[in-house]
């Protein structure tokens, strides 16, 4: 088994478990239903692209990033701040296994799961575009984002597409919000 196909079949296998493990809590007690129910937003304002940016990782121990959308300017660095837990930020790519939710030019990260409070990743991106992201714990309990870089024109962009199938629910269901907040943010 090469080291590709291990990593497809152990995160296949988390994201089964944890989904299943969702599902059953979703059934018992109603309590994801109501977290889970977003609308999408009629209007968005994308921050301005400044030359860096920082996302913290579950705050207040949580399994989310903060913010969930940052923008930068080509050429612009990311530092994702673990705070809590043990979370990584890993762009949705064919290099990390995924279908591709980047820029088709542009290059993939993987911070690796940083262990423990206050460790910190960066990553510059060089392409303008749309960068979706997941903490690959928590990716099945919907802890992605997203990295505006520039002014992209959101045509084309395979970050603003819907979410493949194999996604889990929730994870699409983020995806999906965010995909509606930075299409309008960039069609103003």
Known sequence: MTDSTRRRFLRRATTAAATA?????????????????????????????????????????????????????EGGTVTWTNVSRNHSATAYAPANDYPRRIPEEAEAWDTGVLLGSDKSASHTFETPGVYDYYCTPHEPLGMVATVVVGDPDPADQPGLRPPSDERSGRAASELETLNAKVRSGLEK
């Open 21 to 73: 493990s969702l599902a059953s809590l979703a059934g018992c007690s109603g309590l994801l239903a109501e977290e889970s129910a977003q609308t999408t937003p009629v209007d968005y304002t994308l921050p301005e692209a400044t030359p860096s940016a920082e996302v913290r990782m579950g705050p207040e121990g949580s399994n989310r990033f903060d913010p969930l959308i940052v923008r930068v300017e």
